[in-house]
């Protein structure tokens, strides 16, 4: 089993739609989680941290569920330019902060 | 405010040349270094890292080496490139200490192996 997993897509949404992404992760120490946003041939960004109490910037809403050790991200209202790979992202339980990527998950928005 | 930087951009290397990349970072002090592959079509790998000048932990056996002669330089180099070593190359910092943890990263260098 990976470390991480996401359903790679590509996710194919109209203007304006909802959507949401999922991830699981399989080492239940994890302890740091984020959302990632990689556009074509360009380094991943940092999108937002996800927290256990769950948080939300803008039109973007992170849910973490430890029980399930399972992360998600959902996406309203979506713009084309949204259309971009998001990457889930683990921290586990070392001090060296290494992070475990998952495959990513492509969303390509339509007008 | 913090900055990386990675260069070259773009690199096309015959098989069994060297290779040298650099990234360096300003704006922040005794940052922990990172170096990523993103092979076509694939998640990222994590190559190396680093938590101090001279100290390097490797990710997984290849024919890559890293170096860090200076705090905010991080260096990715092979006597000897494969094919299989194309892709595209990541750098990325973090603070160090628990909630420090948040990578950032360079712009990367696409590395094509002929």
């Known amino acids: 089993r ?6 790679p897509g590509p996710f194919n949404v109209p203007e304006g739609a ?13 302890q740091s989680f984020f959302w990632y946003r990689q ?7 940092l999108l937002m941290s996800v927290y256990s109490s769950g948080n939300e910037d803008g039109r973007f809403t992170a849910q973490l569920n430890r029980a399930s050790q399972y992360i998600s991200l959902l996406i309203r209202d979506s713009k084309l330019s949204d259309s971009a790979t998001y990457l889930c992202v683990v921290i586990g339980s070392s ?6 990527f998952g495959q ?7 007008p | 405010s913090q900055t990386i930087h990675q260069w070259p951009a773009t690199l096309v290397q ?11 970072v300003e704006g922040t002090s005794n940052p922990n270094l990172y170096w990523y592959r993103q092979a076509a079509g694939r998640g990222l790998q994590l190559l190396f890292y680093s ?6 932990s490797s990710e997984v056996p290849q024919n890559l080496s890293a170096s860090r002669p200076q705090d905010r ?26 909630y420090l943890v948040t990578q950032y990263f360079g712009p990367g260098t696409r590395l094509t192996v002929l």
């Open chain 1, 2 to 7: 990976k470390e991480v997993e996401q359903d």
């Open chain 1, 18 to 30: 909802t959507v949401a992404f999922n991830c699981t992760y399989s080492n239940s120490a994890s």
């Open chain 1, 39 to 45: 556009d074509c041939r360009k380094e991943p960004k």
């Open chain 1, 95 to 100: 001090n060296t902060g290494k992070l475990i």
């Open chain 1, 104 to 110: 990513g998950t492509t969303l390509q928005v339509k």
């Open chain 2, 14 to 24: 015959p098989v069994g040349s060297p290779l040298s990349l650099e990234c360096t």
């Open chain 2, 51 to 56: 938590v101090g000048i001279g100290q390097i």
């Open chain 2, 73 to 98: 330089q991080f260096i990715l180099s092979s006597k000897k490139l494969l094919l299989s070593d194309s892709g595209f190359y990541l750098c990325a910092w973090s603070g160090q200490g628990k």
